[in-house]
């Protein structure tokens, strides 16, 4: 995410760090280097310039010449602005009536749909409401196929009228249906185009008049840079809009999105997309998202998306077994589906500080837990609750059974039983206590290194 951006914030704010004396000059260098990356990053000249103005006004203002850590009061000052530049804070959904109506708009392509599915998993999940998903996109053959398939991965109805063709009719009746059954929140999934014309505008126009949604959210490819920054401002003068929500985090983005739309259409963004998975969306916190872009990570979010999957009658089940050494592979496949659904493997290992960088050229397959599900699944069940009786005949009949080889099987063998003694060690009284310390550090740090 922002890894072009990353890193070169990164080298600016390094090379004054680096410096026995910073100077009005050194300042002055280094904002120039800053606004140099952010048009790079396909944030327009005049929010960079504006952005570098202020930190620079804050950088001789705040007496950085003279701090006794001269860059790390300068990364602050970055991180301060970026943040603000994104909204300063977190602007939530709004689900105040019942049934809540969210309108879902953007252009074709830019990941609308599977946003709507991902909504109504968040919504259905966590915010415990009855979710209608409505097929409004009556242009495109595969949407209504494609959002059943998602109202059935996630459990959730999906409203169509295959022979009406006029979105607003579906609406209206969808409105209807929910109010018969009970929803409490319905999302609208509207068609896009693959570019902006008067006959969309009139048409999503049209709909939002109909059905007067308590939200109504921008959806854009945060890969399209100031293309996207330009198609939010002409949807939000035809609806004027509640949020934007950023899709495709995950891949090759310059940052020009997220930077620029919260200045130019005034409008917060009220969530982040990556990837395919349903669980795979966050809301923005804009502090969070400087951390990330200046490569601090972010685990604050980390340790959330690792609280949504925890269960704690599981996590007690587990420490029984733990204690007495009776951990087995089906625990073992029980965490590994928990990490699975908590998104995508490289941006999980990007929240941890001091990681992304190091793992920036690293190809993180997301499938990297496929070969030893393959190896647990070929083994009995008596093999997974007790693996020391697995010899080396066993070991034949999971290599074939797996496709993979005794190597592998040796490796995984080893592996889990390193992690075991690890666990016990956790439960021990010692391992307890060297817990409470590392958290008392964290907790005593803040988690910032300023």
């Given amino acids: 995410m922002f890894q072009s951006l990353q890193d070169k914030l990164d080298k600016a704010l390094h090379n004054i760090s680096g410096r026995g004396k910073i100077t009005e000059i050194n300042v002055a260098e280094t904002v120039k280097e800053i606004r140099r990356a952010l048009v790079d990053a396909d944030v327009s000249y005049k929010v960079a310039k504006d952005l570098t103005k202020r930190i620079q006004d804050k950088a001789l203002g705040q007496n950085v010449l003279t701090s ?17 530049l994104m909204g300063g804070e977190n602007v939530g959904i709004n689900l105040s009536s019942n049934p809540s109506i969210i309108l879902i708009a953007g252009l074709q392509g830019s990941g609308k749909t599977t946003f709507s599915g991902k909504l ?12 209608l998903l409505v097929a409004g996109d009556v242009y495109r053959p595969a949407a209504i196929n494609q959002l059943k398939v998602l109202g059935e991965q996630i459990g959730v109805e999906v409203f169509s009228e295959l022979e009406n063709k006029n979105p607003v009719e579906i609406a209206q009746h969808a409105i209807e249906y929910a109010n018969q059954n009970k929803f409490s929140a319905i999302i609208i ?19 939002h ?3 007067n949604p308590q939200e109504t959210l921008f959806v854009v490819d945060s890969m399209t840079g100031q293309d996207a920054v330009n198609t939010a401002k002409a949807f939000n003068e035809v609806l004027d809009y509640n949020g934007v929500v950023l899709t495709k985090l995950d891949g090759d983005t310059r940052g020009g999105a997220a930077l620029t739309i919260r200045t130019v259409v005034d409008k917060p963004i009220k969530f982040i997309s990556t990837g395919e998975k349903m ?19 972010d685990v604050v979010s980390l340790v959330e998306r690792a609280q949504e999957q925890f269960d704690e009658e599981e996590a007690r089940k587990l420490h029984k077994k733990i204690a007495k050494n009776q951990f087995g592979f089906d625990d073992f496949l029980k965490q590994i589906k928990q990490i699975k659904r908590m998104g995508n493997m490289k941006d999980l290992m990007g929240m941890i500080p001091g990681v992304g960088k190091a793992l920036k050229d690293v190809n993180i397959d997301d499938d990297a837990f496929k070969y030893i599900e393959a190896l647990i699944y070929s083994m009995t069940p008596e093999e997974r609750r007790n693996p020391s009786i697995i010899n080396t005949s066993r070991k034949n009949r999971i290599a074939k059974g797996s496709g993979r080889t005794i ?12 992690m075991s003694k690890m666990m016990k060690m956790m439960q021990s009284p010692q391992g307890k206590m060297m817990m409470q310390a590392m958290a008392k550090q964290m907790g005593g740090a803040g988690g910032k290194p300023f």
């Fill in 120 to 131: 109504a998993n968040y919504l259905k999940t966590k915010k415990n409401k009855k979710v």
């Fill in 279 to 297: 669980e795979a969306l966050d809301v923005f916190y804009p502090e969070r998202m400087a951390d990330r872009i200046l490569g601090m990570g």
């Fill in 68 to 84: 006794l850590s001269p860059g790390q009061l300068m990364v602050k000052i970055v991180h301060d602005e970026l943040a603000q």
């Fill in 209 to 211: 008049q109909a059905v």
């Fill in 407 to 418: 190597q592998d099987i040796n490796q995984l063998l080893k592996q889990f039983e390193q």
């Fill in 189 to 207: 999934d509207t068609a896009g185009r693959l570019a902006i014309d008067q006959v969309m505008m009139d048409e999503i126009k049209n709909v």
